[in-house]
C-alpha cells in the first residue's frame, strides 16, 4: 500500500473519530437541557439518569470523516452516487426514524414500516443483493423477479434491529459495531472495493469517538438513532463490500461478523413467541442479561462479548484469505480465556455464599 493510501485509510478513521470526540460533550449538555433522558427501571442496568442522544455524535462524525475522504479521494473512486449514495440516503432515513423515536417515542408498527421504506429507499439506489455465491459450486444464483428486493429489505431491516436490541450494557452494542465495521473494512479493502472499505473505516473511527464516553460507567447512550444507523449503515456496507464477493464463503461472512447480534436476536424473537409475547417486548433474557446474572460485572460481560465477536470475526477474515484474521482470533480467544475464567470464579463464590446461607 502506497503512502497515500495510508493517509487515506487513517484519515478514513481519525476524522470521524475527532469528529464525535468533540461533539459527544455538546450533546450531553443538549440531552440534559431538552430532559431527553433514559431513565433507570428494573430491567435496566444504570441507576442514574443518562442522556441518549449520543446517535446525533456518531451521525455527524461519520457524514464529517465521509466529506474529508471526499475531499482527499479522487472524485472518481469516491463518487457520491450509486450504491454509496443508497448508503447514505438510507441511513439518514433510518437515523431520523431514531432519532424521532429517542424525541418522541414512535408507536413499534409505524417505527417498523418506516424503517421499511428507509430499506427501499437504499435499495432504489442500488444498495442489493442480487445474487448469492453457490458454496458447492463454482458460479452464481441469480435471484428472480422481486426476490432481491425482499430479501435486500429483510436483510437491512433485520441487521439494524439487532444492534438496537443488543444495546443493553454500556459499550456493548458500540463495541459489536466497532468490531463488525473494521472487519468489513479489512475484507472490503484487501478485495480491492476501496469504497465500501473506506466507509466501514469512517463507521468505525465515529464509534470509537463515542466509546470513549459510552464504557462503562457511562455518560452517554447511543439510544435508537446511534443504534439504527449503525445496524443500517453495516448492514447496507456489508452487502457492498463482503456479499458482493464471488466466493462460496460470501453469504457467510455477514453472519460470522454480526454473528452474537443476530443470534441473540433470534433467540429473543424465539423466546417472546414461545411465551406468547410480542416480539419487540422488553425482558431479560438477552445474551449480556445471562452474564450479569451469572455474576459478571458489567465491564466483564461486555469484554466476554467482545471476545466472542473477535473470535466470530477472525474466523470470517480467515475464510475469505485476507491478511489478519490469526491476529484477531488470537485477541478473541484472549477475551474469551478471560471471560470463561471470571464465570468460573463468579459461580463458584455464588456457589459458597449460597452453602453460607448468606
Known sequence: MTDYWLLVVALSVMAPWLATDILIPWVVRLAYKIGKVDQPDARKVHTIPIPRLGGVAIFAGFFIGLLALELLVPGELFALEGPLR????????MFLVGIVDDLKPLNAKLKFALQILAALAAY???VRIEFVSNPWASGLYFLPGIVPAAVTVFYLVGITNTINLIDGLDGLAGGVSLIAAGT?????LQTNQPIAGLMALALAGATIGFLRYNFNPAKIFMGDGGALFLGFTLASISIMGVLKLVAAVAFALPLLILGVPILDTAFAILRRAWNRKPIFSPDRGHLHHRLLDAGLTQRRAVLVIYGICLTLAGTALWLAGVQGGYPVLLAGACFLAYGIFRLYRASRLTATKESKGE
Not at 86 to 93: D, I, P, Q
Not at 184 to 188: K, L, S
Open 124 to 126: 432504489t439506489y442500488g
Open 86 to 93: 443508497g448508503v447514505l440516503v438510507g441511513g439518514a432515513l
Open 184 to 188: 468489513i473494512g479489512i475484507i472490503a
